[in-house]
């Protein structure tokens, strides 16, 4: 006799499949970037940063975000899962990562539940940029020194009339100064998360489905969109999460993510991740919380000749009786 119990384990295991699956795209030989099979526009990199994790969980689990989390980190991937646990209450994110040549990455983030339906709205910031860049003349000498700096701001909005389906919008603004020339503009962000089962989402998102980016000399950048399909399951209740994503910019190939959470105890967990193939990344990290605080850290090698990177982030739950994977 087939029983509902049986049905919601085969279920769990062949999305867990589906997600191991897809992370394993990321070592695939037919995966491999080689001049004849890459093909990158122009055009998309304009606000390149934004593709970056930008919370040490994000980079832990490789940056398969897509339908894992439910605070402002998770909502720059998916604006959707700003509603994914209300029960949280709000929540408040900070993040720094410290890269070579002088690059600094920040992200701070606060999602707040909104008492009707299963709704909430949130609100972030990131920064990227390089200071102290020296500026030399034809024949090497310092002549002075300017900075890049990138900046997005984040409105999102999240619900649904259950919890099992919710839709999430979000709103941007850019700008840029590099040297003395100024940019900026306006972009926003769609995203669904479906929850079939208590243990498993499935998710939906694309970035820059409009936007503009302009230049002080008139000149447009266009925003590519970047398109996110993703899955996680917790086959192990609250101690092993599995999530995977496949993100596909139009000119580019398909850039796959994978990584899985491990909590040996309720107060801590291991990462790992990975991405591919372009750029080929491993990532892994820990994560500690108690009562209404998470202090979380991401090693993230990078296989492009630029160096490796630290990511480190505080948490702040106000209501820490509830935590949420």
Partial sequence: MITRAYMRSRFTQVWMLICLASAGLLFSPASAVTGENYVADASNSALSYLKLPV????????????????????????????????????????SYE???????????GLVKPLPFY?????????????????????FGMLTGEFADQENT?????????????LFGIAGKYHMQRLDESRASGFSGDIGILYHPLERIKVAASCQN?????GWENGYNDELARVFRFGASV??????????????WTPGN???????????????????AGAQGPNPVQVMGGVGFRYGMFSVDYAFIYHNSGLGHSHMFSLGLNLN???WSL
């Fill in 98 to 108: 410290k890269l070579t040549l002088d690059r600094n990455h920040y992200f701070g």
């Fill in 320 to 322: 820490p009786r509830e």
């Fill in 253 to 271: 190939f398909v850039q796959g993510h994978g990584g899985v959470e491990v909590y040996p105890h309720p107060l801590f967990c291991i990462r």
């Fill in 118 to 138: 299963t709704s909430a709205v949130g609100i972030g910031y990131v920064q990227y940029g390089v200071d102290a860049i020296e500026r030399r003349s034809e």
């Fill in 55 to 94: 919370d040490a969980r994000s980079a832990g689990v490789g940056g398969a975000m897509a339908a894992l989390g439910s605070d402002a980190a998770a909502a720059v991937v998916n604006p959707a899962l700003v509603a994914a646990d209300t029960a949280i209450g709000a929540h408040l994110t900070a």
């Fill in 234 to 247: 917790r086959p192990y209740k609250e101690l092993l999460s599995v999530s995977s994503d496949l993100e």
């Fill in 153 to 165: 701001f984040f409105l999102w909005a999240s619900g649904g009339l259950t919890e099992k389906l």
């Fill in 209 to 213: 489905v409009f936007g503009s980016f």
